[in-house]
């Protein structure tokens, strides 16, 4: 069974930092372009950043210079580097091929920037 499956969320202060993992468990992955998503509380879920398979990434305006997407093809990954975070960074995050498919959401990981 194809799936993805979050993990590194936590609870951070203001200003640190955290790097969220995306492990899938089948190669077709390799090709596909990808996405960290995010829904915060009382909010939709929107896109945070994205990956292509030649690497080329894309980011949200609300993350741009903080945040860094990258990938391991060799390792089925996907990663998160989160910077300077802030509270408003607060939701879970999913990563997700993009376009999004409904059959590849997971859990998420939660991150909370609170002091």
């Known amino acids: 069974q194809v799936q993805l499956v979050e993990s590194g969320g936590g609870l951070v202060q203001p200003g640190g930092s955290l790097r969220l993992s995306c492990a899938a468990s089948?190669?077709?992955?390799?090709?596909?372009?990808m996405g960290w998503y995010r829904r915060a509380p009382g909010k939709g879920r929107e896109l945070v950043a994205s990956?292509?398979?030649?690497?080329?990434?894309n980011y949200a305006d609300a993350v741009k210079g903080r945040f860094t997407i990258s990938r391991d093809n060799a390792e089925n990954a996907v990663y998160l580097q989160m910077n300077s975070l802030k509270p408003e960074d607060t939701a879970v995050y999913y990563c997700n091929t993009y376009p999004p498919s409904s059959a590849y959401w997971g859990q998420g990981t939660q991150v909370t920037v609170s002091s």
């Open positions: 990956i292509t398979a030649s690497l080329y990434t």
């Open positions: 089948g190669s077709i992955f390799r090709i596909k372009t």
